[in-house]
């Protein structure tokens, strides 16, 4: 999976196992028009996992990015301008939202909600009821970071109606060496005992902050060359240079 930051010059998307098992859950909920939860810590590539797997649908898909506290109004607001694109959403009652969204949600297609930690109780009502009244139209794929299972509970309808769990774990082992050899030359060239000793103290096995981390590294390397040094390959020496000149965030440890 390619992570979040820009600026990644040469980074590939590698499929890792979640891609396999997202392909083979999303045909069926797809195909029964029914509820996928993808769920993981932050940064282990969720957006990216369900961004390319959407790209290669054939049905309508449609997203909304959940804002802290929503009202039942605002998630129905929220999903009618992510499905119609159209700014009028802002001025329609609640009623009038609802029956345009069972009309519209009932023709094929996907409905992905992102930040689904967020989802609040009202919301998730909301968000169940309309999915039950457009029964046998878009499939729903609630994607979430840790809290995400908290959240649906809060309605329990909206748990019933969840017919697949897909959580994203973060990468390690094997696995993790392989993915990100093919993310980047920089990687390649790299011996894999300094790669796992990176993950140890500061990764994680996240891919954001791997993708941090390669940001940092590609912006060393050209300010080396701009001033006509050679190409720095990723050695002790650099990645201690790249680990000092990432975020704090990310290389603080945790207490």
């Known amino acids: 999976m390619t992570p979040s930051p820009p600026n990644l010059d040469g980074a590939r998307i590698v499929r890792t196992s979640a891609f396999d098992e997202l392909d083979d859950v999303g045909a069926f909920v797809v195909a029964h028009s029914e509820v996928l939860v993808v769920d993981g810590d932050h940064g282990v590539g969720k957006r990216t996992l369900i961004s390319d797997w959407a790209g290669r649908q054939t049905v309508p898909v449609a997203s909304v990015s959940l804002p802290p506290r929503q009202s039942s109004r605002d998630i129905a607001r929220l999903i009618h301008a992510a499905v119609t694109r159209d700014a009028e959403s802002d001025e329609m009652t609640e009623r009038d939202l609802q029956d345009d969204l069972v009309t519209l949600l009932s023709s094929p297609g996907i409905l992905v909600i992102r930040n689904a930690h967020r989802l609040s109780g009202e919301a998730a009502g909301q968000l169940e009821w309309l999915h039950s009244a457009a029964a046998g139209g878009r499939a729903l794929v609630i994607e ?34 392989d993915v990100l050899q093919q993310m980047h030359m920089l990687f390649l060239g790299a011996e894999p005992d ?35 040094r050679s190409a720095p390959v990723l050695d002790r020496k650099f990645a201690k240079a790249v680990l000092a000149g990432m975020p704090a965030t990310i290389t603080r440890k945790r207490t």
Not at 145 to 170: H, K, W, Y
């Open 194 to 228: 300094l790669l796992v000793e990176i993950d140890t103290r500061v990764c994680h096995g996240l891919l954001l902050h791997w993708a941090r981390f390669l940001q940092v590294a590609l912006r060393l390397r050209q300010r080396a060359v701009s001033n006509g």
């Open 144 to 177: 979430g970071g840790p809290g995400t299972a908290t959240a649906i509970e809060r309605d329990a309808l909206l748990r019933g109606s969840v017919a697949c769990t897909l959580t994203v774990q973060p990468l390690k082992g094997r696995e993790l060496l």
